[in-house]
């Protein structure tokens, strides 16, 4: 589990603010203070800015909002924003229309459109708000027209990449006014106020419509606000059930109550949390005397690496589950210290019968004794013994490319493509074999000898939902305590990049001295993986 002190970005949710109830308590001010204090990556408020919609309330909010700085702020509008004291039935809207679109013009844009954020160095943000006030027109609930959810499409296409979304981890996020889903506590309040027939008064009228477009669109967090009640909910549907969408909703900032104004006691406001582990939580701050305050029992898991990794990768290869690629390496480290390796590659698709892909040696020997074949799904030879050999792969340093084409059409899918080679004497099995080693070529975690890094697998041409990894050690050069020493980190590819451990030690176990598997689920792109162990002095003595 992340704790706060692994946290590297955050963004905040603020609601309801009702700028217009400007009393009793201070609350706006320390609400302002509190969240430049968290530095986060960007604000985003789902409407009620103003308690109602004209000329002065506006002014005021834009002066208020200005207080926050440099840090980006998105709003989407409530229907206080739109009609006099939120309620359409009775409001005459078209005096502050001008006002309102003065107002919002730096704001909000109007039609859904989307801003990317960026949260660390390996995820980004793209926030989508959408105006569900607009044909606002029973009381006040929500109706999200067919144009609008035609952009709202448009605007969560997955398809479509902003160039600071590529080769990255991707969440999608959309700003909402109006809730989607019923909630308890507003239920129970509603029941007992003003009877069962009402409990339902202000959801969006056709919530369910917005939530397919949502879960087609793989949306990942719903942000929302309006009734002032706290709440977390998933949506999904069996015929599209990768597309779970995570909806949040959010009290008043600044604990509004109708009639009376703001009071600490009643305001509270939710920050995403990022974390060096790529797992994104969710944090809940109350009012508590005169600031706010949250435990650890405010603070709730939303998605872990993994399922970001697997979303994007359904998303980017367009396929089910049952298409999905996999990937198996095995390394084989002999006493003699040559290395022989297994590839193995599963419902690959064959373009133009070639199959091609990337090897590495921190050496910079040059791998022998390549054979490529395919097999159907249970191990039958169809078509092998191919390749062409290997060649420098002129974009990595110490790296060939394989190319192997089938001289006969294969028809038969999926294929598994299955590929064998050896380098000799590369294997840096104790200290002395590491001493031979150029510095340069000793890997980035190389440290007092005690731990040499092993760089498996180079950016990969084509990325598998799984990737499996096993190694054989010979007995006598196994680390002690396996698999507590052994480790396993990520680099991305470029210049100075650093080098992360990902939470992967826990998957990785022992069956048999010597040989140590991890299984990797939706590995990232253009990323590097290295197993480290420790090296040993000299050989076990064995009896």
């Known amino acids: 589990m992340s704790s706060d002190s692994n946290v590297i970005a955050t963004v905040v949710h603020l609601s309801d603010i009702h700028f217009g109830f400007t009393g009793p308590e201070p609350v706006?001010?320390?609400?302002?203070?509190?969240?430049?204090?968290?530095?986060?990556?960007?604000?985003?408020?789902?409407?009620?800015?103003?308690?109602?919609?004209?000329?002065?309330?506006?002014n005021l909010a834009q002066s208020e909002l200005k207080k926050f700085g440099d840090v980006p702020v998105l709003i989407c509008p409530g229907n206080h924003d739109r009609h006099w004291l939120g309620n359409a039935l009775g409001s005459l809207q078209l005096p502050f229309t001008r006002d309102f679109y003065y107002f919002l013009k730096d704001w909000f844009r109007g039609a859904p459109h989307y801003e990317v954020l960026d949260l660390g160095a390996r995820i980004v943000a793209r926030v989508t708000a959408i105006d569900?006030?607009?044909?606002?027109?029973?009381?006040?609930?929500?109706?999200?027209?067919?144009?609008?959810?035609?952009?709202?499409?448009?605007a969560v296409d997955n398809k479509k990449q902003d160039d600071k979304e590529k080769g990255k981890l991707n969440i999608r996020i959309v700003m909402t006014h109006h809730h989607l889903l019923p909630v308890v506590s507003l239920e129970a309040k509603y029941d007992q106020l003003i009877g069962p027939f009402q409990t339902a008064t202000t959801l969006t009228v056709n919530a369910g419509t917005v939530l397919k477009t949502l879960s087609e669109g793989h949306v990942d967090l719903v942000l929302h606000g309006h009734e002032h009640?706290?709440?977390?909910?998933?949506?999904?549907?069996?015929?599209?059930?990768?597309?779970?969408?995570?909806?949040?909703?959010a009290?008043?900032?600044?604990?509004?109550?109708?009639?009376?104004?703001?009071?600490?006691?009643?305001?509270?406001?939710?920050?995403?949390?990022?974390?060096?582990?790529?797992?994104?939580?969710?944090?809940?701050?109350?009012?508590?005397g005169k600031t706010f305050s949250s435990s650890t029992e405010n603070r709730h898991l939303l998605f872990e690496a993994v399922d970001l990794r697997r979303a994007r990768y359904y998303l980017t290869h367009n396929i089910d589950e049952t298409e999905a690629l996999g990937l198996k390496l095995h390394f084989r480290?002999?006493?003699?210290?040559?290395?022989?390796?297994?590839?193995?590659?599963?419902?690959?698709?064959?373009?133009?019968?070639?199959?091609?892909?990337?090897?590495?040696?921190?050496?910079?020997?040059?791998?022998?004794?390549?054979?490529?074949?395919?097999?159907?799904?249970?191990?039958?030879?169809i078509y092998g013994d191919v390749g062409e050999g290997f060649y420098v792969d002129k974009k990595r340093t110490n790296a060939w490319r394989c190319k192997a084409k089938f001289p006969v059409q294969i028809f038969q899918f999926p294929y598994h493509v299955v590929t064998s080679y050896r380098w000799e004497e590369v294997g840096m099995l104790?200290?002395?074999?590491?001493?031979?080693?150029p510095a340069q070529s000793r890997g980035p975690l190389y440290s007092d000898y005690l731990k040499h890094v092993y760089y498996l697998i180079p950016p990969l041409?084509?990325?598998?939902?799984?990737?499996?990894?096993s190694v054989d050690l010979p007995t006598e050069l196994a680390p002690d305590d396996a698999p507590g020493n052994v480790f396993v980190y990520t680099q991305a590819e470029g210049e100075n990049c650093p080098v992360h451990s990902i939470a992967l030690t826990k998957t990785i176990y022992s069956s048999g001295e010597g040989h140590y598997a991890l299984r990797v689920d939706y590995p990232d792109p253009e990323t590097k993986y290295f197993l480290a162990w420790l090296v040993r002095n000299e050989p076990k003595v064995m009896h």
């Open 28 to 58: 706006w001010d320390e609400l302002v203070r509190f969240v430049l204090d968290i530095k986060p990556a960007a604000i985003l408020i789902t409407g009620d800015i103003v308690n109602t919609p004209g000329n002065k309330l506006f």
């Open 132 to 154: 569900s006030s607009d044909k606002c027109s029973y009381f006040a609930r929500s109706f999200v027209d067919a144009d609008t959810l035609k952009n709202l499409a448009q």
């Open 229 to 249: 009640e706290k709440n977390i909910a998933k949506y999904t549907t069996i015929e599209n059930r990768l597309g779970n969408v995570t909806i949040i909703g």
């Open 251 to 288: 009290g008043s900032s600044t604990g509004t109550i109708t009639g009376k104004g703001w009071y600490f006691s009643k305001a509270s406001f939710n920050v995403i949390e990022v974390c060096e582990d790529d797992s994104i939580w969710l944090r809940t701050y109350f009012g508590s």
């Open 333 to 381: 480290f002999l006493v003699n210290r040559d290395i022989i390796v297994h590839r193995s590659y599963f419902n690959i698709s064959l373009i133009d019968n070639t199959h091609e892909f990337s090897v590495y040696s921190e050496t910079g020997k040059l791998p022998k004794d390549l054979k490529v074949w395919v097999v159907d799904k249970d191990g039958n030879k």
């Open 430 to 437: 104790t200290r002395e074999h590491i001493d031979k080693l």
């Open 461 to 469: 041409d084509k990325m598998p939902a799984t990737l499996d990894i």
